[in-house]
């Protein structure tokens, strides 16, 4: 299987060390040991690793407010850290549309006011070195975003941590930059007229929604377990959703009821090529989200390895692609999800997948 991996080092040093569910501390499963078990697979499966490169902000700048990638360095210069013994950094006041009431939103002096600006949940912590590995996933995605512009088939980004559901100014969801999100506009800059992102992780990507929620260049598709059953993102991800102003009509979520198999999941997997492929894309960028296997903790969704080979399939098929790691928890099965959907994108684009 000769899909280039693109692997960034800096990835193993985000240790968010478990996070705050429902008031309680847990354990978290979005831990390093994801990214080394999807790399050693990858390879043992035959696929070149390459170093990630490191790329400059202008890209990232370009879908993020950067007072959200300097939070960290904002709280370690408060002495959060070093004088209060609060090494990660949770908000503890979100400015919601009910606190506000009509107030403008201000940007408070004080950093851990301000962190409740720019983090919208309390599972999503940053630690000492969580920045420089929010980057290497990001150079990642760009570098994998470079293979592709330069004429390569398919490459695939194994950013950790993932980045689908941080939107323009805040991140969430076990997710701090939104690599997607980054793999698109590079592809746009390095000349594409028109991109497809399709999102196949578990849950919705609500912040590349709403980063290119009134574009026109950048549709947007996912299938995810329905928020509106009580899955995570909780707020977006209804069928509903279709863009706003230019981006009107480009934007389609497919949400699907717990407990969905292989049969129902390709199916959704299935109206979201055929709409991306109407619009003849010249680049396709694919959250591929591994989380929507049975085996997986985090939903309930129950598709299984060869699901995973003939998503793969589908998405392959659509174009020159980027596929960017997003969710996927269960360490013993990872490996071999993400060879089944690598082979399967291999097949899809008529490369060798052996
Ligand atoms: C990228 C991605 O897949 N993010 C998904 C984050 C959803 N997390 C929801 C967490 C809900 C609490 N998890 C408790 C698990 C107990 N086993
Ligand atoms: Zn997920």
Do not use: K
Request: glycine share 12%; aromatic share 8%; charged share 20%.
């Amino acid at each position: 299987m000769r899909v280039p991996v693109v692997w960034s080092e800096d990835c193993l040093r985000h240790e968010p060390g478990g996070e705050v569910w429902l008031g309680v501390w847990d354990e978290g499963t979005e831990v390093p040991a994801r990214a080394v078990v999807l790399r050693d697979a990858l390879a043992v499966a035959g696929a070149p690793v390459v170093a990630a490169r490191p790329h400059g902000d202008e890209i990232v700048r370009a879908v993020h407010d950067p007072d959200l990638a300097r939070i960290w360095q904002a709280w370690e210069q408060a002495g959060l850290p070093a004088e209060y013994g609060r090494d990660r950094v949770v908000p503890y006041v979100f400015p919601t549309p009910g606190m506000l009431a009509g107030l403008p939103l201000r940007s408070p002096p004080a950093v851990h006011g301000r962190a409740g600006l720019f983090c919208y949940d309390t599972m999503t912590l940053v630690g000492p070195g969580s920045w420089a590995a929010i980057r290497g996933a990001a150079d990642a995605a760009l570098t994998a975003a470079d293979l592709v512009s330069s004429g390569e088939r398919l490459a695939y980004a194994l950013c950790r941590p993932p980045g689908h559901h941080v939107t323009r100014s805040a991140y969430g969801g076990s997710c701090y930059l939104n690599n997607a999100a980054i793999a698109a506009q590079a592809l746009r800059a390095a000349g594409a007229r028109r991109v497809a992102v399709v999102d196949i992780d578990a849950h919705h990507g609500n912040g590349t929604q709403m980063i290119f929620y009134e574009r026109r260049d950048v549709w947007y598709g996912s299938v995810h377990v329905d928020p509106g059953a009580g899955w995570f993102p909780h707020y977006a991800g209804y069928a509903a959703e279709r863009g706003r102003g230019d981006g009107e009509g480009c934007n389609r979520n497919v949400p699907l009821a717990p407990g969905t198999g292989d049969d129902g999941w390709l199916a959704g997997v299935t109206a979201l090529c055929d709409e991306a492929r109407a619009l003849a894309p010249d680049a396709v960028v694919v959250s591929l989200g591994l989380d929507a296997a049975a085996t997986d903790p985090e939903s309930p969704l129950c598709v299984t390895e060869a699901g995973y080979r003939a998503a793969g399939r589908l998405v392959g098929a659509l174009g020159p692609a980027v596929l960017i790691q997003e969710g996927g928890y269960d360490l013993p099965s990872l490996g071999g999800l993400a060879v089944a959907a690598l082979s399967g994108a291999a097949e899809g684009a008529g490369l060798d997948a052996s």
